[in-house]
Structure formats: C-alpha cells, structure tokens
T-cell receptor, first 109, second 115 residues
C-alpha cells in the first residue's frame, strides 16, 4: 500500500535558525497537504500542493512539491517559538489521504 | 463557521468493554473521516464516508470497530470489545464539497485509554 515517509523524526533548533522537513511517497501523488499539530492539539491544515514542481510561500514557510510528484519539503526561515509542534505531510493517491509520521520541531528561545 | 465537534474529549475504559465516539462535521461537508492517532505517530485513516455511504473502510478492524453516518450528517464510531492497543486519539475530520483544496478540518479528538 501507499507509504509516506518523513525525515527527520525530531528536530531541535535555536530560535532564529532555519528548519526543513522532507516527505517522500512510495507512489505518485495527485496532491500533497501539510498540517501542523501543536502539543496536545489536533492537525491544522497549512497548505495543499497540486502541480509538479510547485512552490508556495506563507510568510516564513516555503513548501515545495517535487517534479515527479513523489516528494515534498517544508522550510521555515528564522524559526520562532510559535513554530513548535509536529509537522505532517499527507499525500493523496486515489481517494485516500495518507499521513507521514511527522517531524517534531522544538525551538529553544 | 463552527468547527468539527467531537465528544467525549476523554474516555478511560477497561479492556473488553465497549465505547462509542460521536462526531458532528462542519455544516455542508459531505465527506467525513475517522482517523486513529497513536502517540508519536501520524493519523491513520479508519473509515471515510461520502454523505451516508462508505468510500473506504479497508483499514477498519471490522471484527471490533464499526462506524455509521445515518442521514449523512453526524457519525458514530464504536469499539467492541476494546483492546489495550486501541489506546489512541480518535480524530474526526470533514472536507468541503469543493474537494480537499481547503484541506481537512479536524475535530479536537477523543483520547481513549484502555486499561
């Protein structure tokens, strides 16, 4: 079945440093979504990427979808303490959205 | 707009007991999902409804889990009998008729502890 893998599993950064998480799928995806889950909270939708090679930005966050539509990345510039949480990528193949295991980000002030 | 409502927020039961979770999606959202999230892992799809029909229940352990969405609005997920490994957060989500362009909206979840 479809598998979505994320690395790294954990990332600790100093406030102001950059952060990147990578997502790889075992199958070609029709789209990829990114979610953020704060400690004790539920996943909150950040963005959806659909086109091959697509790049989208939200303030300090940059999202990329690979040319082959099997990988994606999320980059945060100059992290802040409010960025703490687990970032999940999730890919759609057919009608099912499959989540990766997430990257847990901690930010030291 | 109101979010996805779930209840109860927490539940502690003994193994072999039964438990039920309730979800009310965002008004007008035809697609409803139940996900299981074990601590430290990503959400895993259990079942997907389109209106009151099942689209995907291939990962639902049907010997003990059941779900229904009568009238195509709110939904109930049941576990009977519960096992220790069912301890997890059960998340309900819904998505708009326009598809997933706006992503899934998740409820706050029900944290189940089986002892």
């Amino acid at each position: 079945g479809q598998q979505v893998m994320q690395i790294p599993q954990y990332q600790h950064v100093q406030e102001g440093e950059d952060f990147t998480t990578y997502c790889n799928s075992s199958t070609t995806l029709s789209n990829i979504q990114w979610y953020k889950q704060r400690p004790g909270g539920h996943p909150v939708f950040l963005i959806q990427l659909v086109k091959s090679g697509e790049v989208k930005k939200q303030k300090r966050l940059t999202f990329q979808f690979g040319e082959a539509k099997k990988n994606s990345s999320l980059h945060i510039t100059a992290t802040q303490t409010t960025d703490v949480g687990t970032y999940f990528c999730s890919g759609t193949s057919g009608s099912r959205l499959t989540f990766g295991e997430g990257t847990q980000l901690t930010v030291n002030p | 707009e109101a979010g996805v409502a779930q209840s109860p927020r927490y539940k502690i039961i003994e193994k072999r007991q039964s438990v039920a979770f309730w979800c009310n999606p965002i008004s007008g959202h035809a697609t409803l999902y139940w996900y299981q999230q074990i601590l430290g892992q990503g959400p895993k799809l259990l079942i997907q409804f389109q209106n009151n029909g099942v689209v995907d229940d291939s990962q639902l352990p049907k010997d003990r889990f059941s779900a229904e969405r009568l009238k195509g609005v709110d939904s109930t997920l049941k576990i009977q009998p519960a096992k220790l490994e069912d301890s997890a957060v059960y998340l309900c989500a819904s998505s708009s008729p326009q598809g997933t362009i706006y992503g899934y909206t998740f409820g706050s979840g029900t944290r189940l502890t089986v002892v």
